[in-house]
């Protein structure tokens, strides 16, 4: 109950705690994170205060990228709202064949806020998981982190096409901020009352019923084992012996050929080890040993002594089998008695949930899903992930322009399983007497940061800069990329970076960007590494993020959607 109660019940809690007023302020003047102080740990957050984390550069050392730019129009506002989500969309490239394709459809919150309305700012794909940075909307500069663990929607099938709006539906029908929102809570809240003991046994049964499978499995693979075994030794012994065998040997008497097919006929004479090694037991009738030469007689008992190795083989072969299989047998009768008690308490389950199929989604969603505290976000799209600590990173912009002298950028790294702050980084980027403001942040697998802005040294238009430093406990540093990109899109929306093509994404809306890191650090980008991906959707693009294969992960407003290519963007 501790992760439903996380996601479904504090919002109601909260409510009743602080009667829908303005949050509080932070205690800690240090930390500034938390937006109600018994969210925040009782030990200041570590922290790391730098006056200029900007190295010295002339921009006249920079080499403005003078790419052709593709046919686009870029995307300012007037952005297309999306109302049907019955409705899945394809977003072909305007530049080549590949698509973005829904996914999934985002509610108006994840139940943190009476603020949500489906502002979603950020996403990162890692350890497994999709984390998404919920924004409380323009000026609020609060939000919250949520967590979803993909093995677990994977195996609720929420990872295969036709359940594109199913979180939306399971979120906004338990909006606990609406009065028929508070009803189905309590609807739910009685529905797990009256099958938790059906639930527990579930679990439990689920648990000695993976263990009784495993160890059927692994008891045939034994007896395969062992068979193998067995006939490995008895066709070397065939093949070794083969003319001494025709001449010497009598018929077969353990009829092994017979007893390999009748495996599951266990023999119910007790086991005996006593296996003859007097070769008159294994001569032909017509050969008497004692007339045979001394080396014909040393052949024979050569020969012999492999029969009896063969036959000992089979015999430890076919006692082993016999006492697997009783194994076997004992737990494929515990495998039916659990699929029985397992059937039975999903019977009460199905009977609880009287037809409502959400009751049980939403206990199966809310388990994998993990939610934040409400904490100060900024604007919220530097959400970041760096593969190098396991750390996610976010910067509390609350301007989008440049910062006045006085101001710092101020980033707050995160342990990305605990969802608990780490450290703290506070620091100007001053250059040529200007202040910079941090509105993007990325990270490659080496642990080096980035940064990208959309201007150009010495008033370049339709120019993109980026940063390139370190984020260390007792160091900030940030140095410009000697390359300015030229610039195809809008407004500066995310920083991303894909760890199977090892490039940085500058996203726009429509557009995104992408050069290669290596060149990029080593100050050798050409034309030609710069690639461009145009679309035309006409949304609001928020961020991007990579899976494991290179797939790319779209999040769109509004409403709120994510997208997934249908192919590893370059």
Known sequence: MKKLAKIALTAVAALSISGMAAPMASVHADS???VHNWDEPKNSIPSTDQDNAMQNYNDNDLQIMRNKLP??????????????TNEFHTYEETNNDNSMITKWYLPTGFNVSPQ???????????????????????????????????????????????NQNLLLDIFSYFNPYTDQGRKNNQDFVNYINATADARSDMKKSSAQLQKAQTEITNGKDIISKSAMNYRKVSTDFKKKFAKQIKKYLAKDKDNSKQSDRNDRKPDNKKPTNKISTNPKDYLAKSIKFN???????????????????????????KQLRDKTYQQIDKSKAKVDTLKQKINDDQNQINQAQNGNTLLGQYEAVTDSVEASPLINIGHGQTMSYNPA????????????GDFSNDDKNQITELDANTLQPVHQYSFKLMHNGKNLGLHTL??????????????????????????????????????PAKQVIH??????????????????????????????????????????DVHYNAFNSHREWEGLTFDGEGHAYALMLWRGEILRSDYVLN
């Open 71 to 84: 046919k686009f129009k870029p995307v300012w506002g007037h952005y297309k709202h999306v109302r049907n």
């Open 487 to 528: 610039w195809a899109g809008s407004w500066n929306q995310n920083l991303t970076y894909n760890p199977v093509t090892d490039r940085i994404y500058m996203v726009s809306n429509d557009m995104v960007t992408s050069v290669p890191v290596d060149k990029l650090n080593a100050g050798t980008l050409t034309k030609k």
């Open 389 to 400: 600590n396991n750390h996610l990173y976010l910067a509390q912009d609350d301007k989008l």
């Open 116 to 162: 949500e309305h489906g502002n979603y700012q950020g996403i990162v794909m890692a350890n497994n998981s999709i984390y998404l940075l919920e924004s409380m909307g323009t000026g609020a500069n609060q939000g919250a982190i949520i967590r979803f663990k993909l093995d677990a929607l994977e195996k609720m099938g929420l990872m295969d096409n036709g």
């Open 291 to 317: 007339k045979l030469s001394k080396s014909e007689q040393r052949k024979v008992k050569k020969l012999v002594a492999a029969r009896v190795q063969v036959k000992q083989t089979f015999h430890e072969y």
């Open 32 to 34: 500034n994170f938390f």
């Open 442 to 479: 990325a990270f490659d697998k080496q642990g080096r940061a980035y940064i990208g802005v959309h201007s150009g040294p010495n008033g370049v238009k339709k120019a993109y800069s980026l940063y390139i430093g370190s984020l260390n406990n007792d160091k900030v540093s940030f140095r």
